[in-house]
């Protein structure tokens, strides 16, 4: 692997979820690979989990790390080439990411969309020129429209709750695993949020889709259409209950509209995921990629109760960067 | 030790301070203990002490640390529980703590209280919660009522420096310790600060006594008065000169008033301990927790003079956060 | 080594460089020596590549390093003596610095000028304070009127940029190396920048010159004379034109009056070097210590250029800072 950006930079998912599991399995078995080699972790904006998972996972793999906080340090950086820097940009992102990649073997880069220009959001042009002036493998701590180590995390989660079975074909027992229904719902939030993290679940899990894993499901109320380039393949409709029907796992999250870009257009609760309306599923399991706004995205009481999987989920983080900095290393 | 809060977690304190000389005299004799554990250091308010000390500690354990600045990074948590999260805080403690856990072996956590509302404040409920839902061994790095590394930190100090002769009974010579009287005094400040250093050196010191390792005198004006949880046992009085009269350590601090919660009641540098005022002493060492307002609090007559053990102190806190870590890792 | 603030902490440049290129071709070769040994980083102004190369550098010496961000943690602290502390000063230095030391073997320090009070600034009072009161090698990371950490690096990279060729003389082959033509010229900025980076450069060019390893210029419009200590031998002019001529490296940097102290004398782009402009070099290479405002200090077309030194010349950050640690550890 040389870069991490989207679901594209992973060929087999099934492969990539069991090497996930086998080092949480064994968390120190490669703390040789690692050895003498420095992962950078940059942040232009806030982050919990993205942080602490990722630099475990680089130190359970040996790595040493040194995490920039760009946003606090007063650096804002310039990304427009061919303008006389004569305003409050300090340093241009050619020789801030060159920089970094002197002194890094690996790059991790955290770059949330301004939510104002959709047309240069979804350009990703901070992150592709940061991974072009850096000259090393990067990894995204997600970008304007995608949170890549999130949605693979979620898809270890999915896969390790999803129940094997023994079954006798011919005479010879086998073990199948039933194709679970994963179900993307958004869900209500006081602040405008990016799409990346409901765009970047929406690749993966069609690709899983694709690849014979799971059933998808997109459902959201009207105006809240994702980008068609991340839905292809998946069921998409505005009501909730029929596309909770028989779900395994549902998948709950903000996001504002991506038609009206950055646009509130639907308040008050209505869309909370409750135990009440996750009735007509399978005893679906709950997630959330957090934080979590309590009883305004998803009630307390399915936070709370015995199918949410939002921490197990969380702690899975480790894996996802783990199996992404181990690979990176191995073809460095 | 599965958590350290308050003196209550620990049985026997000449044996803990033992044990912290101990590693003072070797600190890297552990190096394995802590091998390929994770500290977690949350810090909700600022630290310089804690934070370097404590690292240092774990570092020459072994341990990998990871540090969170929690204020800093914009990350407002909630603690009451039934609330619909439609304001400012982004995460609720229940998630917050719950997924540190998952990425830390042992967590530390800085909170500091209000200072309006009291039986909040005296409540713990922060830590408390921080506690539960972590699931994991918590070390305190000051919360709203205690701060025990430096009171652990003030005992070593204490003990540390005082002194053993050699003494003849019946034919043996066997080496005794006197038993020093120390001080805590109230000082001047121009801001309102928390009771909890004085609140915890009070319980720590309460402890010793009724463990026979010192006396220990409590002076402050009226209105100044400790919560009485924290005092038992301790002589207290509001004549400082009194209070000093052979002192062998004169420990000064500045706290608001817990009855009027949060006031300061008292300004002028009447109560400033100064070479004056200590003339009554029994050449009594000096100590501080730092930072010290020079002058305000403390004279610099003093800071600066032989008498003052303010530096060694805070050169201390690394072998209480360690000998704290060793019990801790020791029963993971 | 027992400290490192100017050029004054080395004897034979030539030497140290070469150790620092040994370091660039092993980085690991001593990881042995800094075992057991902390760094302690402590910045009062905002870094990027000081923080993240010298991070680096003890890390490939063995080191562990703890970083302190005293401006963002709200840490003010007091300088003068004799003060009574009632205002916005927490701290003092005489124990901030002590309480450091206590915890690492080695300390760096950054600290800007402020610009306004010149006799303050040069008179270097907080590194002073600072280097006395911890009571442990001190490495600068910036001082009021010295970076001495860039200058290193600029004398490696123009050394190592510095053609040697292979001559006969009486029948014996030997290498000889060329001696250089550098060039400092002034730059424009639209902020009111520090003469640390011109001085410090300027002190170590000076010394390499008296050394013989190359020929020193400075050019400048007028009333941006440097402060003629650093300046012992340069030749200075300003004509721009004149100095380029025939140089072999030009490097690039604005600074602020030091006779106007702390203004902004001269606007607009006269003095920014182009192309054009160094047709009469002798196809010099470009450096300058970044961040760098482009367009304003430098032309886009020489920064992305064949000639510019300036990405390697932050790479080498990490071989000075790692020659330094390297000399002072083997000093503890």
Same mark, same amino acid.
């Given at each position: 692997m040389k870069k991490f950006f989207s679901v594209a930079?992973?060929?087999?998912?099934s *492969?990539?979820?069991?090497?996930?599991?086998?080092l949480k399995a064994a968390p120190n078995a490669h703390r040789k690979l690692g050895e003498h080699k420095m992962l950078g972790l940059v942040f232009l904006n806030p982050s919990l989990r993205t942080r602490l998972s990722t630099q475990k996972a680089a130190i359970n793999l040996g790595m040493d790390v040194m995490v920039m906080n760009m946003d606090k340090d007063g650096w804002a950086l310039e990304t427009r080439d061919g303008v006389v820097m004569d305003g409050t940009t300090v340093e241009h992102i050619r020789e801030a990411a060159a920089v970094m990649g002197e002194y890094c073997d690996v790059l991790g880069l955290r770059s949330f969309p301004g939510l104002k220009d959709r047309k240069e959001d979804y350009?990703?042009?901070?992150?592709?020129?940061?991974? *072009?002036y850096c000259k090393k493998p990067l990894v995204s701590l997600e970008s304007a429209t995608r949170h890549p180590l999130q949605s693979l995390t979620d898809l270890i989660t999915i896969l390790e709750h999803t129940p094997s079975t023994s079954k006798e074909v011919d005479g010879k027992f086998s073990t199948v695993t039933a194709k679970p229904k994963v179900v993307l719902t958004w869900a209500p939030h006081v602040k405008a949020l990016p799409q990346a993290v409901p765009n970047s679940f929406s690749e993966w899990m069609c690709k899983?889709?694709?690849?014979?894993?799971?059933?998808f499901t997109i459902t959201h109320p009207e105006g809240y259409e994702l980008d068609e380039h991340f839905t292809n393949g998946a069921t998409i409709t505005?009501?909730?209950?029929?596309?909770?029907k028989n779900a395994d796992f549902v998948y709950v999250k903000n996001w504002s509209s991506y038609q009206e870009y950055g646009k509130i257009l639907v308040t008050g609760?209505?869309?909370?995921?409750?135990?009440?309306?996750l009735k007509v599923t399978n005893h679906a399991k709950v997630m959330h990629c957090l934080p979590v706004r309590r009883d305004l995205e998803l009630s307390s009481a399915l936070l709370d109760g015995p199918d949410s999987l939002v921490i197990q989920e969380a702690g899975n983080r480790v894996w996802a960067a783990q199996v992404v900095l181990k690979r990176i290393l191995e073809n460095l």
């Open positions: 930079d992973v060929d087999n998912l *492969t990539i979820v069991k090497e996930a599991l086998a350009s990703e042009d901070l992150f592709n020129k940061f991974s *072009t899983a889709q694709e690849q014979g894993l799971l059933d505005t009501n909730q209950n029929e596309a909770l609760r209505e869309w909370m995921p409750t135990p009440e309306k």
